[in-house]
């Protein structure tokens, strides 16, 4: 089956500091969606990509798709206290997502 | 958006006991999701459950122990049928919107079984 893997599986910056996860799939995928879970929550959708090689911003969030379609990244710039959570990519293929291990980033201020 | 209400949040159930969680959407949907989140892991998709017909399982999932019912497109049964400790996680019920092309899954808050 489809498998998706994510790396790093944490991440400690200090505020200020860039951050990127690298989220890799087993098979070539329609799209690829980004969450975000703070502690104690559920996951909030941040974003879908669906074109080879498209890459989407979003204030300081840059995400990107890999033009096989099997590969994405997200990219924090400057991060700030309030980006601390787990990321996860999601992809999709055949109406179904399969979600990555996640990345946890911890931002010290 | 979405309002999804998931019932139980939370609950402590013994060995070999069934527990049934609901999952109710304030708005019309066109897939619905149930989840496994073990503490600090990722998600892992249980089924898809199908209105008026039985679920789609994942590997790994049967019907037998993890029971889904929706009679209707915005509600949604998932039963956890005699219970171990490994069982214990977070279940989260996530739809798709009837006519948003995001992509966008929303997740209800969870229920946080922990199974003695």
């Known amino acids: 089956g489809q498998q998706v893997m994510q790396i790093p599986q944490y991440q400690h910056v200090q505020e200020g500091e860039d951050f990127t996860t690298y989220c890799n799939s087993s098979?070539?995928?329609?799209?690829i969606q980004w969450y975000k879970q703070r502690p104690g929550g559920h996951p909030v959708f941040l974003i879908q990509?669906?074109?080879?090689?498209e890459v989407k911003k979003q204030k300081r969030l840059t995400f990107q798709f890999g033009e096989a379609k099997k590969n994405s990244s997200l990219h924090i710039t400057a991060t700030q206290t309030t980006d601390v959570g787990t990321y996860f990519c999601?992809?999709?293929?055949?109406?179904?997502?399969?979600f990555g291990d996640g990345t946890t980033l911890t931002v010290k201020p | 958006s979405a309002v999804i209400s998931q019932k139980p949040s939370r609950d402590i159930c013994q060995r070999g006991t069934s527990l049934t969680i609901q999952c109710q959407v304030d708005s019309q949907v066109t897939m619905m999701f149930w989840y496994r989140q073990q503490p600090g892991q990722s998600l892992t998709l249980i089924a898809t459950a199908n209105q008026g017909s039985e679920a789609t399982y994942e590997s790994g999932f049967v019907i037998d122990k993890f029971p889904i019912s929706r009679p209707n497109l915005t509600f949604s049964t998932l039963t956890v049928s005699n219970m171990s400790p490994e069982d214990s996680s977070i279940y989260l019920c996530s739809v798709e919107l009837a006519g948003v092309n995001t992509g966008e899954l929303f997740f209800g808050e969870g229920s946080r079984l922990t199974v003695l």
């Open positions: 990509l669906v074109k080879s090689g």
């Open positions: 999601a992809g999709g293929n055949a109406g179904k997502s399969t």
């Open positions: 098979t070539t995928l329609s799209n």
